[in-house]
Structure formats: C-alpha cells, structure tokens
Nanobody
C-alpha cells in the first residue's frame, strides 16, 4: 500500500516562507504525477499544484500561482512545495497526493488522485 508522509509545516509570520516535503514509499514514485492540496478549517480540499512524473511540467491554482513552487526528486522519492510570501489565508492542513494512473501528466481534479498523506499543518499568523 502506498505511503505518503508530509512534513515541514509549522507556524510562520505573514510574508514568510516554508518548504514542505512529501516522502513516498511502496510505490514506483517516478511513474506518477503528484499534487499538493490543502484543507482550511471548515472548507473542502483545495487543489494547489501538480507536477508531471518527470518533473518537467507544472501547473498551479490561481490562489498560489507566483508564490508556491512544486518540485520533485525521483531519486529520493520525495515531492516538495516551496511556499513564499505566505498569507493568513494560506493557513490549512497541506496534503500530497498520487495520481491514480501512471501517465505523464496529472490533473486539477482531486478525485483523480487515489492516495493522500495525513497532512502537515501550516499556520500563518503574526
């Protein structure tokens, strides 16, 4: 069974930065597109960014475009999310997800991902 473990969350002031990591195991990580999503208190899961299986192609949601960067290291089976210029509205639990099928590109649709980690909390507050 696929295991995804997020880390790197914490408390940061507005305008600050964090780098999240997602360690994958029990999966041929390099074969699957991956995504980051988040869930704020009282809200549903929001797709943020996706990366192709070879890391050459990325896509971002409007709420994070220009501030967040998704990347991956297939040799380390690890996915990353660099978050800059954080805002209070970025406060949420952040999850990494694996695309259902081993194709080159992922999608923005949450239901197209079949494995999610337990998440890491990010709190942006002064």
């Amino acid at each position: 069974q696929v295991q995804l473990v997020e880390s790197g969350g914490g408390l940061v002031q507005p305008g600050g930065s964090l780098r999240l990591s997602c360690a994958a195991s029990r999966v041929a990580f390099e074969n699957y597109p991956m995504s980051w999503a988040r869930q704020a208190p009282g809200k549903g899961l929001e797709w943020l960014a996706t990366i192709s299986r070879d890391g050459s192609s990325t896509d971002y949601g409007d709420s994070v475009k220009g501030r967040f960067t998704i990347s991956r290291d297939n040799a380390k089976n690890t996915l990353y999310l660099q978050m800059n210029n954080l805002k209070p509205e970025d406060t949420a639990v952040y999850f990494c997800g694996k695309f259902k099928v081993p194709v080159r590109h992922g999608s923005k649709i949450i239901q197209h991902y079949d494995a999610w980690g337990r998440g890491t909390q990010v709190t942006v507050s002064s």
